[in-house]
């Protein structure tokens, strides 16, 4: 009897502790899942305007589409319609137009009247056209609910060149009482020939994430990057900076993920015969969770007053369809590096 009350003693214990280890794990997994990461999942999304300045060899020099802003509001009319019937947080524009001396002739004006009404926008000049006395800016522009830290005078560059035609902004977000990091890129159009750009583009990022003091796991990457993701180079940025594509495992199907498509009547008729290619990405911390990822602006609308002047009669939004990531970024304790 006596063995038997001390054994059962001892199981009683034995039961005791792992209780209490069952209730310290559940705490410790429980604090990862509700402090791990941001409360907040961000909707990100990176998408080309379309300068109009890429000639086609089927319109001819009285019907080109270049400075045409009857063209560029109908195409501006079906960008608006898709962020009207989709949430966005921050979105991320290469080649936003604005006409010299009009206010109405200027992509912000247009869209801020609607969809992008209660944006900041953040706006960084690339080209200007003496042709048709335009100016060519990379837009960052974030919701009312993503606060976007202001830039101070005498603050460091948010803005570098990269190659002949590549641009590469920057721009820091308040999220969840942490900072985060944006960078909207147009690559080279010749990217396959300078594979340097990759280790230029690291530096930059490297050296403006650590005079704006935010963490790396908290950095988004996104735009125009046509890259090879089976080339060296890349694969060594990918990793220098621990990035993964938020494609990843969302292209079952490559048409899924192909951006730059023939079956787009603008891009089959500036792009000189290239096959379909994902060209535009959003490259985000290997950290983050990545709930969904998709192609976006790939509806266009039956415009028949276009058949004669420019050979097609369906309206597309841009040159190539956009992307569009929802993501939630982890969340960084002090002393952090990369």
Not at 253 to 259: F, G
């Amino acid at each position: 009897m006596l063995r038997f009350v001390r054994r059962t003693k001892t199981s009683a214990a034995f039961l005791s502790l792992l209780a209490g280890l069952s209730l310290l794990t559940a705490a410790c997994v429980s604090r990862l899942f509700t402090t791990g990461y941001d409360d907040r999942t961000l909707i990100i999304h990176t998408f080309n305007l379309f300068n109009q300045k890429i000639s086609a060899a089927s319109i001819t020099s009285s019907s080109s589409w270049n400075g045409d802003w009857i063209f560029r509001r109908d195409r501006l009319e079906l960008v608006d319609q898709y962020f009207r019937a989709h949430r966005a947080d921050v979105v991320l524009f290469q080649q936003s137009m604005q006409r010299a001396h009009s206010e109405v002739e200027w992509d912000q004006a247009i869209l801020a009247a609607g969809a992008f009404a209660e944006f900041d926008w953040r706006s960084e000049p690339v080209a200007d056209y003496t042709d048709t006395t335009e100016t060519e800016s990379m837009v960052v522009a974030a919701s009312s609910i993503v606060g976007m830290k202001q830039r101070q005078a005498g603050e460091s560059p948010s803005l570098w060149h990269v190659g002949p035609d590549g641009f590469l902004q920057a721009a820091a977000l308040e999220l969840g009482g942490q900072s985060a990091a944006v960078f909207n890129i147009q690559m080279p159009s010749k990217i396959e020939r300078d594979p340097i750009w990759f280790s230029f583009i690291e530096e930059r990022v490297r050296e403006w994430i650590k005079i704006q003091g935010i963490c790396p796991k908290r950095i988004i990457i996104a735009g125009f990057i046509p890259a090879d993701v089976e080339a060296r180079k890349f694969s060594e940025f990918m990793e220098a900076l621990s990035l993964k594509d938020s494609s990843a495992g969302f292209c079952d199907v490559a048409l899924k993920c192909q951006t730059a498509n023939p079956a787009n009547d603008i891009y089959r008729l500036s792009s000189d015969g290239s096959a379909a290619s994902q060209a535009d990405r959003i490259l985000v911390p290997k950290s983050a969770i990545v709930y969904s990822a998709v192609r976006t602006h790939d509806a266009p609308i039956k415009a028949p007053p276009y058949e004669m002047a420019m050979g097609f009669t369906q309206l597309w939004p841009s040159i190539r369809s956009g992307w569009e990531a929802s993501i939630r970024f982890a969340s960084c304790s002090s002393g952090f590096g990369l």
